[in-house]
């Protein structure tokens, strides 16, 4: 079978080149991304005995809003080509579609406390600074990190964790 990033490029690229609004897009199709991400709904999907019709009306309504006409088409090209499983991938490659037009990246902050507004402001501003371009920051409670943060920006990672300096430290003095 083909790599599931393989068979989300064509369906991202075609959904981004059709939709006028790619950030309203982003919303309803991160929803559809977050319904298709189910075990149990593929198992449904996958029945033989379920009817795309059947499909299409569990996912639209599950999502909790209704979808422009862009979605629906979208939603059933998907349930009658058997490609519900790619939807993450489908959605994720768009928001790097989306992200690119607009000269911005995704950011997840890991951080072993809250962060309260004020203070992932200054974070964002200092990230934005270091990484170049615009962030589109979340945040991840992870209490392992003892302290500090750890920042993902598509493959860059950037640990000023307390838990990293641990593990340097561990290094230095096995050596």
């Not at 993450?88 to 911005?104: K, Y």
Request: hydrophobic fraction near 50%.
């Amino acid at each position: 079978m083909a790599e599931l990033a393989t068979i989300a490029r064509p369906y991202a690229e075609a959904l981004f080149k059709s939709v006028p609004d790619a950030g309203a897009a982003t919303q309803w199709l991160d929803a559809l991304a977050a319904v298709a991400a189910d075990a149990q709904l593929l198992a449904f999907a996958a029945n033989p005995k379920a009817q795309d019709q059947q499909v299409f009306d569990v996912m639209s309504g599950a999502i909790g809003t209704t979808l422009p006409p862009a979605g629906q088409n979208f939603l059933r090209a998907l349930i009658e080509n058997g490609r519900l499983p790619a939807l993450p991938e489908i959605a994720a490659q768009f928001r790097v579609l989306n992200n690119s037009r607009s000269g911005t990246s995704d950011a997840v902050v890991y951080s072993a406390f809250p962060i309260d507004a004020q203070a992932l402001s200054s974070v964002s501003a200092a990230l934005e600074k270091r990484f170049g371009r615009k962030l589109n920051l979340t945040v991840e409670q992870q209490p392992e990190l003892i302290g500090g943060v750890r920042v993902v920006v598509g493959d860059e990672v950037l640990d000023t964790s307390v838990k990293a300096r641990l593990e340097q430290m561990k290094v230095a003095l096995t050596a």
